[in-house]
């Protein structure tokens, strides 16, 4: 979300000065300018203050705890890089990286493909096609609670809907979340169930930015419907592409948390054990405070090369 | 005109909406289906899909083991959280919009930055901020830290607001009105679309909040819904029936999804940050 505003921002910027910010705020004399001073004063420090106390305050605490053992008695104890050396030689850091890789690519994959395709189906007016949307976006709001009991009833061995319906066409179904195999991407498909609809919106709207009269005349020049999505739909959803990307990547990192511990708790065998998970076990359940801010910087960097790998790609889509 | 052939094709196209959309709803449509059956037809194999009696007497059983309570405590959580948000975010993106001061920008930055920095590297240690504030298990504890997070909300009203004609609070500001008269008496409401969409997204937030009060809520007396209801996912748990486990999630979810069908606009305009439109 937050980042489409910057991307609108820098796309009005785009657009020239002419439509740029040019608020009350701008020409002003000089008399103005501190009594302006005291009401942004009055009237951010709130927000700063607050914003500094739970959010600054604590990432720069998460650095300095990385560098200390602490369980929460006493004071935290400096232990230099002790914590970054274990981080390397714990085995259960890779497991824990490719876990939450995995997850990541089987999820925002199918959310990105799919969000296109069913937003593709939708984009068309008739009557009725309001009501008919909301289907498409409802899930969204529906928390990961929620949905882990929802689904957790659709997985049940030999007794849920999905076992039923692929009994149908003959297959038995694996025991969905307590499979090593299919533990993982059952919890993927919830996750994705819940992504669709953001993705849905946002590539609607790129869609519809498209004049239907081009995608017509492209028909009517013999375009089959492949050429049209290389041809036309692409170009016009490419940037919108990296976004839906980028919500995903945020959603389903926050997924791998809530679902992991409703529905599995990093099992069987940690086979769900997700660096999140990992680093919620560590310090909540072994009260190892260091060692796990040690592993949320690793988390944080991780994150910050990924979406700052996104944000070069988007650089060069332009 | 149209010809027969794309007619028909068409109707094929608009039936396949219909069908997908049925199937990606079906959960919730179950949902709600499931909470009125009785026990032993929401576990019957194969499975039933439509009730054939009605049985209410599931949503005062799964009041009763939610407590009531929880519910209270999501309602108390969600409206503090967000009336208290929306005032801090709506003045502190007028500020950065229409004010000029010297760190405005870098204000604006360090907001931004908090929207990619993942809940769970600030977990451990804003924990340790509440803990030292003595307010685990606590409304305080439970709503200030959430409170704090106005990076998504301030730079919604920012941007919603930098597209403001200046003249209006230009004229204000000769007739001698204030800062804080100018917020009240025309951002304010110049804002409502704005605050609609912030609104949406962050009511959805709130309620389905779930890390944050699983750490600092332990107590039954400050636990949201999500802390109750998360314990009937788990297979091995056998306290309540079936049919009860899926009315208490539908007491939970249905208030949100009857918000969205009321308010889908706003919604939309959350869930896609265009509410900056």
Known sequence: MAVAIRAKARSRRARGPAEGPRGGGQPRGA?????????????????????????????????????????????????????????????????????????????????????????????????????????YFVPAVVSFAASAILWQWIYRPGQGLLDFALKKVGIDGPAWLSNTHTALIALDIIAIWLSLPTAILLYLAALQRIPQHVIEAAMLD??????????????????????VVIVAIIAFTNSSFDLVNILTQGG?????????????????????????????VLQLALFAAILGLLALARGLAR | MMTVNSRV???????VIVIVGLILAFPLIYLVFGSLMSDSQLTSFPP????????????SQAWNYMKGRSVLNSVIFTAVTVGLQWMLCISGGFVLAKLRFRSSNAVTA?????????????????????????????????????????????LLFRQYLVSLPGELIDAARVDGSG??????????????????????ISVLTAWNLYLWPLVVATSPNVQVMTETLAPLASSEFGQIPENVAFAATALTTLPMVVAFLLAQRAFVRGLSGSGVE
């Open chain 1, 222 to 243: 013999g375009a089959g419907p492949l050429t049209r999505l290389r041809k036309i739909i692409w170009p016009g959803v490419r940037n919108m592409t990296i976004l």
């Open chain 2, 48 to 59: 039933a899909f439509i009730p054939t009696s009605i049985h209410l007497g599931n949503y």
């Open chain 2, 110 to 154: 360090l907001l931004a930055i908090s929207l990619f920095i993942p809940a769970i590297t600030t977990l451990v240690p804003t924990f340790i901020v509440t803990e030292k504030l003595h307010m685990v298990n606590t409304y305080e504890g439970l709503i200030l830290p959430i409170v704090a997070q106005t990076g998504f909300g301030t």
């Open chain 1, 268 to 296: 069987p065998v940690d086979a769900t054990s997700t660096l999140i998970y990992y680093i919620y076990y560590t310090a909540f359940n072994n009260i190892q405070l260091g060692y796990a801010a040690t592993l949320s």
């Open chain 1, 31 to 135: 008399s103005w300018a501190s009594r302006d001073r005291a009401a942004a004063a009055g009237l951010l420090a709130p927000n700063l203050i607050v914003y500094t106390v739970f959010i600054v305050i604590p990432v720069l605490l998460a650095l300095g705890l990385s560098f200390t053992s602490w369980n929460l008695v006493g004071a935290p104890q400096w232990v230099g890089l002790a914590n970054y050396r274990a981080m390397v030689n714990d085995p259960a850091v890779p497991q824990a990286i490719e876990t939450t890789m995995i997850f990541l690519v089987f999820g925002v994959v199918p959310t990105v493909i799919l969000g296109l395709l069913l937003a593709m189906l939708v984009n068309v007016q008739f009557r009725f096609i309001g009501v008919v949307r909301t289907l």
């Open chain 2, 179 to 200: 800062w804080f008269h100018i917020l009240r008496r025309l951002i304010i409401p110049l804002a409502v679309p704005a605050t609609g969409a912030y609104v949406a």
């Open chain 2, 9 to 15: 094709r068409r109707i094929i196209r608009i039936t």
